[in-house]
């Protein structure tokens, strides 16, 4: 089946740059998200990037996507304290069932 | 606002009990699912329903059982908890139509903790 990897933990000082990366195995996958889940709280949708573009940004945060290595990444510009939470890859054939990755914490030295 | 609520925040069962954990979602959405999330492994899909009365098994179906009455209603059923069993319950739903430009965005829950004693 469907599989999506990313490393489990990040740290990195407020005011850097964050990079989080993620693997998926679906060459199919037509829609690739990324989540965000802040402590006791459920995920939400952070952005998104469809299989046809190769980068997104949107404010602090930029999408780069490799198709042929299958490598989404997540860069978030002048890191904060609120940015710290668990970060989700995840990806989509188009129909209702979304493949998750493991999530990768990422704390904010202050 | 878009919301899906959980019956619980916390719950705490002994093993062989019977739990239900219930989820409500207020977005007329068709499609719902149940997670469990634990550390190093992420979400895992337990089953989802795409309609009333429909149901899917997910990656890890052994040990659950669903329900969907209703179309905002969307249970979770261990039939005889277990220590195993401890963990985080997240529900989620998503829209079968194209919204705000996307497909399969799903909105969670804030999730359930269990523990199984």
């Known amino acids: 089946g469907e599989d999506v990897e990313q490393s489990l933990f990040l740290s990195v000082r407020e005011g850097d740059s964050s990079v989080i990366n993620c693997t998926y195995t679906d060459s199919s996958s037509t829609y690739l998200y990324w989540y965000k889940q802040e402590p006791g709280a459920g995920l939400q949708l952070l952005t998104y990037i469809f299989s046809n573009m190769d980068m997104k940004q949107d404010q602090r945060l930029t999408v780069l996507l490799n198709k042929k290595d299958k490598h989404l990444s997540l860069r978030i510009a002048d890191t904060q304290t609120g940015d710290s939470a668990i970060y989700f890859c995840?990806?989509?054939?188009?129909?209702?069932?979304?493949?998750f990755g493991t999530g990768t914490k990422l704390q904010v030295i202050p | 606002d878009v919301k899906v609520t959980q019956s619980s925040r916390y719950l705490v069962k002994r093993t062989g009990e019977k739990v239900f954990l219930e989820c409500v979602q207020d977005m007329d959405h068709e499609n719902m699912f149940w997670y469990r999330q634990d550390p190093g492994l992420g979400l895992r899909l337990i089953y989802f329903s795409y309609d009333v009365k429909m149901k899917e098994k997910g990656d890890i179906p052994e040990g659950y059982s669903v329900s969907r009455e209703k179309k905002e209603r969307f249970s979770l059923i261990l039939e005889s908890a277990s220590t195993n069993q401890t963990s985080m319950y997240l529900c989620?739903?998503?829209?079968?139509?194209?919204?705000?430009?996307?497909?399969?965005?799903?909105?969670f829950g804030p999730g359930t903790r269990l523990t199984v004693l």
């Open positions: 995840a990806e989509s054939g188009g129909y209702q069932k979304v493949t």
């Open positions: 989620a739903s998503s829209s079968s139509v194209r919204t705000s430009g996307i497909y399969n965005e799903q909105f």
